[in-house]
């Protein structure tokens, strides 16, 4: 699962920061395997390493997509499909 789940509408200004999350696994952990995982939204890739989560800003109004890339240490990728999610200025309203 990630947050945001796709379909979601977010609140905020480009000025917020908006939490994306998401968990990962892999049968090789206990053996000593490490995740490590690209975050990419709107096109833009994120290393972000090990983290599952992070909190991200700058988006303007409208339609956005994101997805998470998984690789571990033996070279093995995983791809989640494309989320995606609305952001709705809330200071443009004003």
């Known amino acids: 699962s990630t947050v945001p789940a796709s379909g979601d509408t977010l609140y905020g200004s480009q000025f917020s920061a908006f939490r994306f999350s998401w968990s990962s696994m892999d049968l090789d952990l206990y053996n000593g395997d490490t995740l490590f995982h690209i975050l990419e939204i709107d096109g833009n890739q994120y290393d972000v390493g ?13 339609k956005h997509k994101f997805r998470i890339i998984v690789r571990d240490l033996y070279g093995d990728t995983d791809t989640l499909s494309y989320k995606d999610f609305y952001v709705v200025d809330t200071l443009e309203a004003k």
């Open 50 to 62: 090990t983290l599952l989560e992070v909190k991200q800003s700058g988006f303007k109004a409208g």
